[in-house]
């Protein structure tokens, strides 16, 4: 079963040659889910070392912000059926990178409860655009392959982001390379935001289907 399941996948990438397109899409959800899957993990811990939030604090936070990921899922998924998934997701991105940069400048906790609010919307906005956005570039009779690639790309990230966080955070410690303190998270955050704008710029280069644009 190990060895089929390789196989199948090797499979499914020779066929995806031929869908340069969707390939994009992939790599740019690899992009920009690394980055949104990692800042949610550290979440808590960026909040308590930088912003001084106690554990109850951050506790509200996180209830606020999957509060508001269900208003991001209704509210953006409204926007899809107005201008489409591509069109929407790029206004999702667009907000990640004012989240990113707004959570990399504050240091106040007020401030943060309305970023994690917009972070909650900005998710719910990324689950109801890049699904929707890959059934309309998926050939239906390989859609579930597909959607395979679009899950393991979710995998590769959630190994990978958490790797870059600790990289950068220990090269700024008094254990790496300079120690800066507290302002070694900041820089971990706009490391991530990097990765948000190149998945940006890559799924600029990916064309809507001809479904979406009718």
Same mark, same amino acid.
């Given at each position: 079963?190990?060895?089929?399941?390789?196989?199948?996948? /090797?499979?499914?990438?020779?066929?995806?040659?031929?869908?340069?397109?969707?390939?994009?899409?992939?790599?740019?959800?690899?992009?920009?889910?690394?980055?949104?899957?990692?800042?949610?993990?550290?979440?808590?811990?960026?909040?308590?070392?930088?912003?001084?939030?106690?554990?109850?604090?951050?506790?509200?936070?996180?209830?606020?912000?999957?509060? /508001?990921?269900?208003?991001?899922?209704?509210?953006?998924?409204?926007?899809?059926?107005?201008?489409?998934?591509?069109?929407?997701?790029?206004?999702?991105?667009?907000?990640?990178?004012?989240?990113?940069?707004?959570?990399?400048?504050?240091?106040?906790?007020?401030?943060?409860?309305?970023?994690?609010?917009?972070?909650?919307?900005?998710?719910?906005?990324?689950?109801?655009?890049?699904?929707?956005?890959?059934?309309?570039?998926?050939?239906?009779?390989?859609?579930?392959?597909?959607?395979?690639?679009?899950?393991?790309?979710?995998?590769?990230?959630?190994?990978?982001?958490?790797?870059?966080?600790?990289?950068?955070?220990?090269? /700024?410690?008094?254990?790496?390379?300079?120690?800066?303190?507290?302002?070694?998270?900041?820089?971990?955050?706009?490391?991530?935001?990097?990765?948000?704008?190149?998945?940006?710029?890559?799924?600029?280069?990916?064309?809507?289907?001809?479904?979406?644009?009718?």
């Amino acid at each position: 079963m190990f060895r089929e399941g390789y196989a199948q996948l /090797f499979r499914t990438l020779r066929r995806a040659r031929t869908h340069a397109n969707l390939l994009r899409f992939i790599a740019a959800r690899f992009l920009y889910v690394d980055a949104l899957n990692t800042l949610l993990v550290f979440m808590g811990i960026y909040v308590t070392e930088v912003i001084g939030f106690s554990n109850n604090q951050v506790g509200i936070l996180l209830v606020i912000s999957s509060g /508001f990921a269900v208003v991001g899922s209704l509210s953006y998924g409204w926007l899809v059926d107005r201008i489409g998934p591509k069109k929407t997701l790029t206004i999702v991105l667009l907000q990640w990178m004012v989240v990113f940069i707004a959570a990399a400048a504050t240091s106040s906790g007020t401030v943060f409860w309305v970023i994690g609010a917009m972070a909650g919307v900005a998710l719910g906005g990324t689950w109801t655009s890049d699904r929707t956005f890959l059934t309309r570039l998926a050939p239906p009779e390989q859609m579930g392959e597909f959607f395979g690639l679009y899950q393991l790309a979710g995998r590769f990230a959630a190994v990978i982001g958490p790797l870059v966080w600790g990289v950068t955070t220990w090269a /700024f410690s008094s254990d790496g390379l300079i120690d800066l303190g507290d302002l070694r998270f900041r820089i971990a955050i706009l490391v991530l935001l990097v990765n948000v704008v190149l998945g940006f710029l890559v799924l600029m280069t990916v064309r809507p289907s001809q479904v979406e644009e009718a």
